[in-house]
Nanobody, 125 residues
Framework: QVQLVESGGGLVQAGGSLRLSCAAS????????MGWFRQAAPGKGREFVA?????????YYADSVKGRFTISRDNAKNTVYLQVNTLIPEDTAVYYC?????????????????WGQGTQVTVSS
């Protein structure tokens, strides 16, 4: 069993930055790939953002965030991060981290077994 807790969301002006964190407890985080997804509004589907491999050596991003967002992890702290820069209003969403998926299927929700509760990011224009 893995528990995930996201933090770091907030209200930011367009062009600003945030660092989202996802702390994992339970199984050692270095044993699984982790990803970030976002949901712009209730009832809309979750959109893939980024995924990172178990070691951190492999990363993959959605085209919409490539060059602006950076995913990283600190396995000693069982934490994965999402640095979000040059934010635009379209980035407004609840951001979720997910764990225990396959890196090579990391863009697909169905590959993950565990999900956090989400953290809200709101970007004002």
């Amino acid at each position: 069993q893995v528990q995930l807790v996201e933090s770091g969301g907030g209200l930011v002006q367009a062009g600003g930055s945030l660092r989202l964190s996802c702390a994992a407890s339970g199984r050692t985080s270095s044993s699984y790939a982790m990803g970030w997804f976002r949901q712009a509004a209730p009832g809309k589907g979750r959109e893939f953002v980024a995924v990172i491999s178990r070691s951190g050596a492999g990363t993959y991003y959605a085209d919409s965030v490539k060059g602006r967002f950076t995913i990283s992890r600190d396995n000693a702290k069982n934490t994965v991060y999402l640095q979000v820069n040059t934010l635009i209003p379209e980035d407004t969403a609840v951001y979720y981290c997910a764990a225990d998926g396959s890196f090579f299927l990391g863009a697909e929700e169905r590959t993950y077994r565990y999900w956090g509760q989400g953290t809200q990011v709101t970007v004002s224009s």
